[in-house]
């Protein structure tokens, strides 16, 4: 950072050294030279740094490794990682005192070579740092095209931050493709999509009969839908008349005080809606089963769905806000010069001519209804049945996922790896919806253009 | 005309079916008024409910039950030998002091049972505060000072009513409530800042338990999320509104990031396990992996913000900087970025306002696990306030409930201070062109 | 400026027009800022009478002081330049000017006798008695058939299936475009080309049966071989409705109406005869505007 700072300073005394009365005039200005050295002087040596903390571990760690009696580096892969947290622990200083003589060797090992490699990377990168402004130091001429170099470079730039969502993209894909690939071998891939019971916690008891535990992710579909399905149900009317309402009743006044309410509701974040579906919702729905004679079970699909929906209320009310605004006022113009009332030009013309954005719209609710976690994982049951009673104890996808991740995780086992299925699963469905209902609230956009 | 006689009297008749059928037609515009205007009261009251049963379940957690007592600090209790040394003070028995203090308050318990469930009555940290005091002040042993003792959560509980009506109470419970009447009428028992709440971090002991850790976690998280994404967002808007061409690639990376706004949280955080844990060795639990998770899923809505807000910006004002000789980098960065500051700011602290509430992504890294200690960096094992309401709504203690309230408040605080901001911004630098 | 009712010439008490236009008839036009309107605005059998009419947008005023009668089954035309407020006032006729927000109306505006913009009045039946055809056609994204039938269908004007096909049918005849898309009516009518879906607008303007139809430069948005057909049609229509056209093509003017008023800066200039507008305008202004001289 600082060798950066004297980079510049540096290019740009430089710089202004060229200028004299006779000489040839400078291509740009003085200041871009200071920052082409300082590029050179920076870029170079942070990506040494980079690459050399990516490295870092792994060599120290096999060098304490290396530091153990052989015996005890035989064991299997997990082990070795148990043994390479402990001795991380114990060169981090904390049960110093109960750690056997062996460990104790390998940390300060580890330590040891830590400040090593700390010290070979200071000295690494300032030498690349100054090799770097040298270099650029030399090719400071008046003919020489700063501006354009350092532009370039910083375009460069932008365009790998703009690659960066593609590369995200990527990595999603990448990672949870090939766990799942894993996992496939383990678990055959049509007992996976097609099998109709979902156990996974037998697998834990790996001594047992049966310890092959069932993956059949049909429940787990099948109750992410029905909550998803009462949730459009809560949301899909109210979030559309609402918008009607804001849209075409309400004046102005009411407007700008009842559109920023429901969009706080889109603010709230969703663990206080688990929260309050958990403590508030689900207990009520129950104890109103119960007093008309239901057996509701606590963990209902109904309460989960409720409140994904109210959550979901103003994203639908907002995209069809945004899909009736978008219906030309001469539509309506023409309804009402034949003698419509306002809500028969709304039922009969704007509606259907905001239906394809609209369906889009609700699509796009749908998936994020599919996505929804800390609602399902703090409301919905664990169970999974196959049932589509609303009544009834449900589990999701994501509540699945969660609870095979959180907590403590082998990871090879199927059960972590079946998250990841369940992942693939997950972001299979959400992008599709998403690319449909993208594609048709496009081609809405334009048809009104 | 015939024509036009036969026309008169369709006119006419057209004119009555249209006066009758008036009636029916406007009972349906009412019909139809009214649904969406219950439909909107349907969802604010939803609103008011979940703000009503939030804040009056948690208002009570910034306040804590005390009880006075008279504790005499006993040098025999302390520091028998009389060394008066610091490992001496720290090593007395200090239970035993407000132990005696309470027992001489109700002299006639006796009974062994009766006898724990008093000694119940103070919370577990009486000890270690009369021990603070001593070591401050080592001058107060011998004499007898009346303190303010925090009582156990189940005591606060029963002092706030939350446990229901005294019929519904356990038989331990029923004499805890006479004990605490009888205290009250002596008024020992007061309620004061819960100052635990706001300091400590978390603990398996409601009293003791506090969101400090939890909220450190969260500005180490942001403070990451927001150093990446601010920057980066903006730049690749930049690069997308302004220098790319359009062709397959742009359109690609546009499809994408729409794409990726739309993904839900957890697959990130799927990304974040299998990535910088497993990949990259990162450390579990930390800031740093989940500031980077959330990174990676804020990154669209900044990068879309940051376009309209570019895009917003009229054509003259770059037609005007290049007509007088300056690049297009220049241009960009001289004249445009300035002008859509305000616009892409906005948009960002709205989506780090997402960030911030956002809890899925990061319990599949490891931030859900149960840390005490108060995190002291980027890399030190934390959780974050969402995923610490997450964790104190699955405790089975009443005293939880108004915990996690408690933190759902102070979480909504945090986030309508910054949309505050955002509305601010957009309102102070809005601009009509 | 004040006015009285019944008073059809301006007065020669006007300080800007010495003389009384009725004796100057041709040579002698009445001074540019003359306020009053010159010409007859009342007429013997009105289905529409307009007393002091003015329409403000929030603060703006848009149209003011305009009196105008609109007789049974003839072809009024609105001419002006631009901004003159000749669809403002056009849209006051049926109300559309309700569906603006903070748009107002003053005056007083009486249909057979019954003020429109009464208290108790509805709107429905209003806008069911008098239609309006727009100036860029606006048929609904629904097939040719139901945008016909849309009308009937919400007035409650028919019920059997049979009637509503003889209602369309006649509909589409009378608007000329039966022939061209008899064939294909389950086709959405956003699918026409301009003229026919302008033609297909005005069907749906009269199936509801309508004593009134305005329209707004209902030709604008058309070329001129589908022009000359609406105007064939509007000259057809005359006969069954009463029709108050805005246009800023002079001949089509002369061709299809026969009173022709003539709007400036928000007032209505001058009223009268189509012929003796475009022959002998009274005011300097319409003269301009005629002639092509505005300006
Ligand atoms: N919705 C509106 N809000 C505010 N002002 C308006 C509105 N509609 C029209 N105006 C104003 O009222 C005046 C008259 O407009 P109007 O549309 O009636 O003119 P016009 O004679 O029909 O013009 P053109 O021949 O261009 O159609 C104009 O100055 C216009 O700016
Ligand atoms: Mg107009």
């Known amino acids: 950072m600082l060798l950066g700072v004297a980079a510049y300073h540096l290019g740009s005394r430089r710089a202004r050294g060229l200028i004299k009365p006779d000489g040839p005039r400078l291509h740009s200005l003085p200041g871009f030279y200071g920052y082409y050295l300082a590029l050179w002087a920076t870029l170079p040596a942070m990506m040494v740094i980079l690459l050399w903390l990516l490295g870092e571990g792994q060599i120290i760690t096999a060098g304490a490794l290396a530091a153990l009696p052989a015996e005890m580096t035989q064991g299997d892969v997990n082990q070795l990682s148990l043994l390479v947290n402990d001795i991380r622990n114990v060169a981090a200083g904390s049960g110093y005192e109960q750690a056997d003589t062996v460990i104790k060797s390998a940390a300060e090992r580890y330590l040891q070579l830590e400040r090593q490699s700390n010290l070979l990377l200071t000295v690494l990168s300032l030498c690349v740092s100054l090799g770097g402004a040298l270099h650029a130091q030399r090719r400071i001429t008046p003919e020489f095209r700063a501006r354009n170099q350092v532009e370039k470079i910083l375009t460069f730039g932008l365009t790998g931050c703009a690659l960066l969502a593609i590369l995200t993209t990527v990595g999603i894909v990448l990672s949870v493709l090939i766990e799942s690939i894993r996992f496939f071998q383990m678990v055959p891939i049509t007992d996976f999509l097609f099998g109709l019971k979902w156990s996974p916690q037998i697998?834990?008891?790996?001594?047992?009969?049966?310890?092959?535990?069932?993956?059949?992710?049909?429940?787990?579909?099948?109750?992410?839908?029905?909550?998803?399905?009462?949730?459009?149900?809560?949301?899909?009317?109210?979030?559309?008349?609402?918008?009607?309402?804001?849209?075409?009743?309400?004046?102005?006044?009411?407007?700008?005080?009842?559109?920023?309410?429901?969009?706080?509701?889109?603010?709230?974040?969703?663990?206080?809606?688990?929260?309050?579906?958990?403590?508030?919702?689900?207990?009520?729905?129950?104890?109103?089963?119960?007093?008309?004679?239901?057996?509701?079970?606590?963990?209902?699909?109904?309460?989960?769905?409720?409140?994904?929906g109210i959550m979901i209320i103003p994203f639908v009310c907002s995209l069809s806000d945004d899909f009736i605004n978008a219906v030309p006022q001469s539509l309506r113009d023409g309804a009402y010069a034949l003698g419509a009332t306002q809500s028969e030009t709304i039922r009969q013309v704007i509606m259907p001519a905001a239906l394809p954005g609209v369906v889009g719209g609700i699509l796009l609710a749908i998936s994020r209804a599919i996505g929804e976690t800390m609602i399902v994982v703090m409301a919905a049951g664990l169970s999974a049945n196959l049932t589509f009673n609303p009544l009834a104890a449900v589990t999701t996808v994501t509540t699945q996922i969660v609870t095979l991740l959180v907590g403590d995780q082998e990871f090879d086992s199927p059960k972590t790896l079946a998250a990841f299925a369940l992942g693939l699963v997950l972001f299979l469905l959400t992008l599709a919806l998403n690319i449909l209902a993208l594609r048709i609230v496009r081609k809405y956009r334009e048809q009104y253009e | 005309m015939s024509d036009s006689s036969t026309q008169k009297t369709a006119n006419a008749r057209s004119h009555d079916i249209v006066m009758a059928g008036l009636g029916k037609r406007r009972r349906a515009e009412r019909r139809f008024r009214a649904y969406g205007l219950v439909s909107i009261m349907a969802a604010l009251v939803f609103l008011v409910l979940l703000f009503t049963s939030i804040v009056s379940k948690g208002y009570s957690a910034f306040l804590y039950t005390n009880l006075a007592l008279d504790i005499t600090f006993d040098p025999q209790m302390i520091d028998p030998e009389g060394a008066r040394s610091p490992e001496a003070l720290a090593s007395g028995d200090y239970d035993a002091l407000w132990k005696s203090a309470i027992y001489k308050l109700f002299p006639d318990v006796t009974e062994r049972q009766k006898k724990r469930a008093l000694t119940g009555f103070v919370g577990s940290s009486a000890g270690q505060r009369l021990r603070a005091m001593v070591k401050a002040d080592p001058s107060l042993i011998g004499s007898t000072q009346q303190v303010w003792l925090p009582v156990d959560d189940t005591i606060d509980m029963l002092a706030k009513g939350n446990l229901g009506d005294a019929a519904e109470l356990s038989d331990k419970n029923k004499d805890s409530l006479i004990w605490l009447t009888e205290l009250q009428n002596q008024s020992r028992i007061r309620k004061a800042i819960n100052k635990e709440f706001f300091m400590n971090g978390d603990s398996r002991e409601p009293e003791a338990a506090g969101i400090w850790g939890a909220v450190l976690g969260s500005a180490f998280t942001l403070l990451v999320t927001i150093g990446l994404s601010l920057p980066i967002g903006i730049a690749a808007a930049i690069y997308l509104e302004e220098f790319a061409s359009r062709n397959r690639w742009t359109d690609l990376i546009e499809v994408n990031i729409n794409n990726l706004a739309a993904v839900p949280s957890i697959v990130f955080g799927l990304l974040g396990l299998a990535v910088f844990i497993n990949l990259f060795g990162l450390p579990r639990s930390s800031p740093l992996v989940g500031g980077l998770v959330l990174t990676l899923m804020t990154l669209p809505v900044i990068i879309i913000a940051g376009r309209s807000a570019l895009k917003s910006v009229p054509p003259s004002v770059r037609e005007a900087a290049l007509g007088i000789g300056a690049s297009p980098v220049q241009m960009v960065f001289h004249h445009v970025l300035p002008l859509a500051m305000p616009g892409m700011l906005t948009g960002a602290i709205i989506g780090t306002a997402r960030a911030l509430g956002e809890s899925a992504p990061l319990l599949m890294i490891g931030m859900v696990a149960f840390i005490v200690d108060v995190p002291t960096g980027l890399t030190s094992p934390a959780t974050v306030l969402p995923v610490q309401i997450y964790l104190w709504a699955d405790s089975p203690e009443r005293a939880f409930v108004e915990r996690t309230s408690a933190a759902i408040m102070v979480l909504l605080v945090f986030l309508v201070m910054m949309n505050g901001l955002a509305v601010y911004l957009r309102k102070r630098y809005e601009r009509r062109w | 400026m004040s006015h009285s009712t019944g008073q059809h010439y301006v007065g020669s008490h006007d300080r800007a027009s010495p003389m009384n236009p009725r004796e100057t008839t041709t040579t002698v036009k009445v001074d540019r800022d003359h306020r009053v309107t010159i010409g007859e605005y009342t007429s013997p059998n009105a289905r529409i009478r307009c007393r002091d009419v003015g329409v403000f947008y929030g603060e703006k005023q848009a149209v003011q002081e305009i009196n105008l009668d609109i007789g049974k089954h003839q072809v009024i035309a609105l001419i002006g330049p631009s901004g003159c407020g000749k669809?403002?006032?056009?849209?006051?006729?049926?109300?559309?000017?309700?569906?603006?927000?903070?748009?107002?109306?003053?005056?007083?505006?009486?249909?057979?006798?019954?003020?429109?913009?009464?208290?108790?009045?509805?709107?429905?039946?209003?806008?069911?008695?008098?239609?309006?055809?727009?100036?860029?056609?606006?048929?609904?994204?629904?097939?040719?058939?139901?945008?016909?039938?849309?009308?009937?269908?919400?007035?409650?004007?028919?019920?059997?299936?049979?009637?509503?096909?003889?209602?369309?049918?006649?509909?589409?005849?009378?608007?000329?475009?039966?022939?061209?898309?008899?064939?294909?009516?389950?086709?959405?009518?956003?699918?026409?080309?301009?003229?026919?879906?302008?033609?297909?607008?005005?069907?749906?303007?009269?199936?509801?049966?309508?004593?009134?139809?305005?329209?707004?430069?209902?030709?604008?948005?058309?070329?001129?071989?589908?022009?000359?057909?609406?105007?064939?049609?509007?000259?057809?229509?005359?006969?069954?409705?009463?029709?108050?056209?805005?246009?800023?093509?002079?001949?089509?003017?002369?061709r299809v109406s026969q009173r022709t008023a003539y709007f400036h800066l928000g007032r209505l200039i001058e009223v009268g005869e189509t012929a003796q507008v475009f022959t002998n305008p009274q005011h300097q202004l319409t003269e301009d505007y005629i002639t092509g001289r505005f300006g």
């Open chain 1, 203 to 308: 697998a834990m008891r790996s001594d047992q009969v049966g310890s092959s535990g069932a993956f059949g992710a049909i429940p787990l579909l099948t109750g992410t839908l029905l909550i998803s399905m009462v949730a459009m149900i809560v949301a899909v009317p109210i979030g559309l008349l609402s918008a009607i309402y804001l849209s075409e009743y309400a004046g102005p006044r009411f407007r700008s005080t009842a559109k920023p309410l429901l969009e706080i509701l889109a603010g709230i974040p969703t663990v206080v809606y688990g929260f309050f579906a958990a403590l508030v919702v689900a207990p009520f729905i129950r104890e109103l089963g119960s007093s008309i004679g239901l057996d509701v079970s606590s963990e209902s699909a109904l309460a989960a769905g409720l409140v994904m």
């Open chain 3, 87 to 254: 669809s403002t006032f056009l849209r006051c006729l049926n109300r559309m000017n309700d569906t603006i927000p903070d748009c107002r109306v003053t005056g007083e505006i009486t249909m057979d006798g019954q003020p429109i913009y009464g208290e108790d009045v509805d709107v429905v039946p209003l806008r069911a008695q008098v239609g309006m055809v727009f100036q860029k056609p606006n048929p609904f994204p629904k097939s040719i058939f139901e945008n016909v039938a849309y009308g009937p269908r919400i007035h409650g004007l028919v019920h059997v299936k049979s009637d509503m096909e003889e209602i369309v049918e006649k509909s589409l005849r009378r608007a000329g475009l039966w022939d061209e898309v008899k064939d294909r009516l389950a086709q959405p009518g956003t699918g026409l080309s301009g003229g026919q879906q302008q033609r297909l607008c005005i069907a749906r303007t009269i199936a509801v049966n309508p004593e009134v139809i305005l329209m707004d430069e209902p030709c604008s948005a058309l070329d001129p071989i589908a022009t000359a057909k609406i105007e064939q049609l509007i000259d057809e229509l005359r006969t069954l409705y009463t029709i108050v056209i805005v246009t800023h093509s002079m001949q089509q003017a002369a």
